[in-house]
């Protein structure tokens, strides 16, 4: 079971006729109960982070599970219409950032290395 | 069964899986018969379904200046200690080049040098940030006019009374639809296998997702085609991967992306100076700890703060989780080398030689069926660019197929269906039985320990697989009494029978092959040395469905296709 769900912030997407990351989830793994999306099979999760990347909300991320580690750390991820930033918090709930390209602006392209 | 609906559709062609494969061979078909129907039946959604749902770094088939399709395939061959289908890996390395501009065209980001060239990772690599290639490649189907049925599992291929596949049924799995799909020809395209062996880093059995490879890749493709009498290649030559431990993250990243040392315990490089294919320095890596030199180590170490965030960023392109363990340990790749070991083993078409045995053409041994990618056996190290190449092979010959014959779709009787049905939803019906979980641990504990699991270093020999072969006869027959609360589990019960039948099939190969030929993908205790004098042929398989047993077939290199 590796991706937590902050029930807070899940809206389940009210409205919509399912919700973004059961939609995605490659497993089938999320459902929406209600007003809120639960994960089943969390055994199976494999952290592919599609559901977290698709949540408008934040409400998911990834975590490593005790047997790992199991201090807490958390994994959200946000797509913009050209990029992934990913927000890494750690433990002592130090944040790291990371910005990365993951789809090509036809009027900017990726710079030169 | 009550509240399940049936649905019948019909299609020119029906491409089962919509992940890199079946979306190259649905593109390419739209592209090429603008007014073909093209329906992907996928079992999630091919946005993110598939072995790249995370995403990917490196695009590891490319031909470089200075290489050739047949530098490749003398790379392949010294690879796969010479059992290789040359036509296939010829024609597919032809392809590599302008699959991955077709990536690009479709705004995957390649970084390139200053003079427009993709940045080189390794002999065949070019990097690439493709955390997105899934959905960009599914935007491409769409607009290619692509259509799809999302989440549906197929069960079982509709073979015509001439013998020729004409579709497939297949179960909506939120909507509670059985569906009839017709088709004028049908891809497969359903990738490898996962979730034969338990995993080779288990964690008390909680999480079993850590592998490298998907679980939702349980084989089903290669089950229904066993169960039509295709004919599957290679089943024995496994894959295993040597990932990072814990998280089965990809070492290539680490080894090719930034060339750091691979180390033993006491810092010393055992690869430096050897010339080793992948499944040697796995061997290598197995040597070490069998001298008492373990655990080895990817030294991460000596990093430059630039290259350890580099290496971060590139783990979030493909394996996010890897970068989740470090925060988790407040550790930087420099603080500590990182420990590898084997996975657990896969049937892999596209890194191993494992799946439908198939002519240039991409036609499986039943007429209308054809199949690439991860499904697809004879041609190893296809990885991205290699799977959409054959979707496109596949694609292109099944258009001229069915623009060649006059075909006339009929539709199974109504008998037929019914029957078909009654199969598909039969474990909804029964209310005392076993529920998949149960067999799928039953499966492990006989793969694990009979048939060369992690617990038994790999090593195969008959006393064991024949144990193996006699307890797999039994699971299948308690393939009868699995039940399924809800369509969740009945994809799960549908997943494990598809399962054990291919594991049947593959300890039929691991029996036959009586030599060590890819040490430890296939390496015999009881027939330790390789022999070219006697192996140097593909062996081939196929199920009979009538008494429940399998036909052994050997086919030699040369023969094209061997069709």
């Known amino acids: ?113 | 069964m009550t509240g399940w609906q049936t649905e019948f559709k019909e299609t020119d062609i029906a491409i089962v899986g919509g992940g890199v494969a079946g979306l190259a061979a649905a593109i390419t078909a739209r592209e090429a018969a603008p007014s073909s129907r093209i329906l992907v039946v996928e079992q999630a959604h091919p946005e993110r379904s598939g072995c790249l749902a995370a995403g990917v770094n490196a695009i590891n088939a490319y031909l470089h200046p200075g290489e050739t399709a047949h530098t490749f395939l003398d790379f392949v061959l010294r690879e796969f200690m010479g059992i290789v289908r040359r036509d296939l890996v010829m024609t597919m390395a032809a392809g590599f080049n302008k699959a991955v501009d077709r990536l690009a065209a479709w705004g995957v980001p390649f970084p390139r040098d200053r003079e427009g060239r993709y940045l080189r990772r390794g002999r065949h690599a070019v990097v690439v940030h493709g955390e997105r290639i899934k959905p960009l490649m599914f935007q491409a189907a769409c607009r290619a006019g692509v259509e799809f049925l999302n989440r549906t599992l197929a069960v079982e291929f509709i073979v015509n009374e001439g013998g020729r596949v004409e579709g497939l049924y297949a179960l909506g799995i939120k909507n509670s639809t059985f569906y009839i799909i017709l088709a004028r020809a049908v891809i497969c395209t359903t990738g490898g296998v996962a979730g034969l062996y338990s995993p080779s880093c288990p964690y008390s059995g909680l999480i079993r997702g850590i592998g490298w490879y998907p679980l939702f890749n349980a084989g089903s493709g290669l089950a229904m085609g066993l169960r039509a009498g295709a004919e599957m290649t290679s089943l024995e030559a496994r894959f295993i991967a040597l990932r990072v431990k814990d998280t089965l993250a990809p070492t290539g990243t680490v080894a090719q992306g930034i060339r750091v040392p691979q180390v033993n315990v006491h810092g010393e490089n055992y690869l430096e100076g050897r010339h080793l294919t992948t499944v040697e320095r796995l061997q290598s890596t197995l040597a070490e700890e069998g001298a008492g030199r373990g655990p080895c180590y990817l030294d991460t170490t000596r990093l430059t703060p630039a290259e350890a965030r580099q290496l971060e960023e590139a783990y979030l392109e493909m394996c996010p989780r890897m970068v989740l363990w470090w925060g988790d340990h407040e550790e930087s790749p420099r603080d500590k080398p990182l420990e590898v070991c084997p996975s657990e083993p896969y049937l892999v078409g596209g890194h191993s030689l494992s799946g439908y045995w198939i002519d240039s053409r991409r036609h499986t041994t039943l007429p209308g069926l054809y199949a690439a990618g991860d499904a697809s056996g004879g041609a190893p190290k296809k990885y991205v660019s290699g799977c959409m190449v054959e979707g496109e092979i596949a694609a292109l010959s099944a258009l001229e197929d069915i623009t060649q014959h006059d075909l006339h779709l009929t539709c199974p009787g109504e008998t037929a269906v019914q029957e078909a049905k009654g199969r598909a939803l039969a474990p909804l019906k029964r209310t005392n039985g076993l529920v998949a979980g149960e067999l799928e641990a039953r499966l492990h504990k006989i793969l694990d320990e009979y048939a060369g699991g992690a617990v038994q270093g790999y090593r195969l020999m008959a006393g064991r697989l024949l144990i193996a072969r006699r307890e797999l006869k039994k699971l299948r027959r308690e393939c009868y009494r699995l039940t399924a609360g809800d369509s969740y589990d009945l994809m799960q019960a549908h997943r494990v029978v598809d399962r054990i039948m291919v594991a049947s099939a593959m300890v039929e190969h691991l029996l036959y092959r009586k030599e060590t030929r890819w040490p430890p993908y296939q390496e015999r205790a009881d027939y330790p040395v390789r022999d070219d004098s006697r192996w140097m042929v593909f062996i081939n398989s196929r199920y009979n469905r009538d008494n429940d047993s399998f036909i052994m077939l050997e086919r030699p290199l040369e023969e094209e296709g061997g069709l």
Do not use: F
């Open chain 1, 1 to 113: 079971m590796t991706v937590a769900i902050d029930i807070e912030k899940c809206t389940g997407c009210s409205g919509a006729r399912e919700a973004q990351c059961e939609r995605i989830c490659p497993g089938g793994l999320l459902v929406r109960e209600g007003v809120k999306v639960q994960l089943r099979g969390g055994g199976a999760c494999w952290d592919c982070a599609a559901c977290v990347k698709s949540c408008p909300h934040q409400a998911l991320y990834l975590i490593l599970p005790w047997p790992l580690g199991g201090r807490g750390a958390r994994l959200y991820a946000r797509a913009s219409a050209t990029e992934t930033e990913w927000i890494l918090r750690l433990p002592s709930g130090r944040e790291e950032r990371y910005v990365i390209p993951a789809r090509i602006n036809q009027k900017k392209p990726v710079p030169e290395i």
